[in-house]
């Protein structure tokens, strides 16, 4: 895994409190950087019902490694889709496989976010994620 | 007295503690929480009387189809109509696409159906659907841009206008709580021969409708925002109107014989009542009309009343709050929003408080695009809440505002 994400994901564990924790993720969010509205479109659209977050992965390059870019128009989703990306970008398909998403939030007190009823499209990332790794891996 | 220790202690629901916090239930508008005696009804039906309706030549079965006629007895005395008036449906929804389905054959090219831009999607697909079916054409009664409701003059011109053979619209907007006019409008369409469809989802528990007085064609209702189970909801129709519509659904139950070449159908409401229905539901949502009829109708309004007025004087008291709608003849439905934050965010960490409220554009996407807006945080107050919820939410949420500031 990402030493990164290691890094980020002992900072959000240690959080004293819920409010402390989504201090952290929303922070995270603004770091993240926004796409520019053109790539905002439809067609990347994650289907998620109250938020939108848009998502772009592929593994073109020389190493096959992901490269995931994407934005949310709230604050709380765009920080838990910047985990998302320190959990899973350089990895190889191998790699992502091997990664279960439910224990790494479930480890961070955030799983309830993977629930598919959120409507926040965090759930369908990682299943996209999966897919992809999936194909690759063929 | 409206006793509302008393009240609560009725719905279980309530005693939970959510993220460490006494639950706080304000989305009501999704759906109702259910008294104890609603639950046990289910409980009891499937330990005691299990059976099918209208069939058994046995005593389980008896017992099975008298509780349930008693039970659209007791909706139809509720509602001030005749039992065979009323048809169980699935919801709401079914309730008004049983409708567009049955008045689509009266429908010619460029006759028009009348419906408000407070407009649920359940209230305007179906008839959009009939609309590209028959060439109807689906006009809408606009939201007035500064009192954000129906303004009742335009709504007469535009009944002038367009003449319409169908007039649907809610009793009460589940997006901003706004109480429409409808006893007006129902009058004023009288002159047009105009069938009047109300779709009281979100009326019925808070305003408990008469039909006799509001005297529309037709109105639908939920179960399950009507402290009932999920799965069931109400159609009421006058009886010739009702009766003359062709059936939705065919199958068992239905029929008056059936042979291979030709079935009769039953009369309403059995005709329209195909298969097996949910006897439970049914049964159980008679005892959240006894519930209802429990509590003195205007203590609740009263009790109902002071809760939207405190919660909209708290929410006016912070700054950067814009709110919606109708605030004054409002059934307690209060959407807002916070700056430019998204109504995602906050809902989310007001969710970590035990608060529940819902967000998003709450099925009503063309009345939100009429506000400019995406969506909203809904607060939706039922009977059994408290000023002190008020009070803690209004805590919470400066709290969750402060975290996003």
């Given at each position: 895994m990402n030493d990164s994400y290691i890094n980020l994901k002992n900072k959000i564990k240690k959080a004293g409190s819920w409010q402390e924790k989504y201090r952290e993720i929303m922070l995270l969010g603004k770091k993240l950087p926004s796409l520019p509205s053109e790539l905002k479109v439809e067609s990347a659209l994650v289907n998620g019902c109250e938020s939108n977050v848009w998502l772009y992965i592929n593994f073109k390059n020389e190493e096959s490694k992901l490269r995931i870019s994407a934005d949310s128009d709230t604050r709380i989703v765009k920080g838990l889709v910047s985990i998302i990306i320190y959990l899973y970008s350089d990895l190889t398909a191998s790699q992502i496989l091997s990664i279960d998403a439910n224990n790494e939030f479930d480890d961070m007190s955030l799983?309830?976010?993977?629930?598919?009823?959120?409507?926040?499209g965090i759930k369908a990332i990682v299943n996209e994620i999966y897919n992809q790794a999936k194909l690759m891996n063929k | 007295m409206f006793d509302i220790d008393n009240i609560r202690q009725d719905f279980p629901i309530l005693k939970q503690v959510v993220n460490d916090n006494p639950l706080i239930y304000f989305d009501s508008g999704a759906t109702s929480q259910k008294p104890q005696c609603v639950i046990d009804s289910i409980n009891n039906f499937y330990a005691n009387s299990n059976s099918n309706v209208h069939r058994g030549i046995h005593t389980l079965g008896d017992r099975a189809t008298a509780s349930y006629e008693d039970a659209r007895s007791k909706v139809a005395k509720f509602i001030n109509a005749q039992a065979n008036e009323i048809v169980w449906t699935k919801g709401a929804t079914e309730s008004l696409n049983l409708l567009a389905h049955g008045l689509a054959n009266s429908l010619n090219t460029d006759d028009v159906i009348l419906i408000s831009a407070l407009e649920h999607h359940a209230n305007i697909v179906p008839w959009q659907q009939i609309c590209a079916n028959t060439g109807a054409l689906l006009k809408v009664i606009p939201l007035d841009e500064t009192t954000q409701k129906i303004e009742l003059d335009t709504t007469y011109q535009l009944i002038d206008l367009y003449k319409p053979k169908i007039l649907s619209i809610s009793?009460?907007?589940?997006?901003?709580g706004n109480i429409q006019p409808i006893k007006n409008i129902i009058q004023y369409s009288k002159q047009y021969q105009t069938v009047t469809v109300i779709d009281g989802a979100q009326a019925f528990m808070h305003l408990r409708p008469d039909m006799k007085e509001l005297d529309c064609d037709f109105y639908v209702f939920s179960a399950h925002k009507s402290l009932g189970p999920t799965g069931l909801g109400g159609l009421y129709g006058k009886y010739d109107l009702l009766n003359s519509l062709p059936v939705y659904q065919t199958g068992?139950?239905?029929?008056?014989s059936v042979s291979f070449d030709n079935t009769i159908f039953a009369d309403a409401p059995g005709k329209f009542e195909a298969g097996t229905p949910n006897i439970s539901g049914v049964i159980s949502f008679g005892c959240a009309i006894d519930f209802m009829n429990k509590i003195d109708f205007i203590e609740q309004k009263t009790h109902e009343e002071l809760l939207l007025l405190y919660l909209k004087v708290q929410l006016e008291n912070i700054s950067g709050i814009k709110l919606y709608g109708d605030l004054e003849r409002n059934i307690g439905t209060v959407s807002f929003n916070y700056k430019n934050e998204h109504p995602f965010d906050i809902a989310t960490l007001l969710d970590q408080y035990g608060i529940a409220v819902r967000v998003g554009n709450h099925c009503t996407q063309p009345l939100m695009k009429c506000l400019n807006i995406e969506g909203t945080v809904r607060i939706s107050l039922a009977f059994y809440n408290t000023k002190s919820e008020i009070q803690q939410f209004i805590t919470h949420l400066k709290q969750c505002l402060l975290l996003l500031d």
């Open positions: 799983l309830k976010h993977l629930s598919p009823s959120r409507g926040n | 009793h009460a907007s589940n997006s901003l068992g139950e239905m029929i008056k």
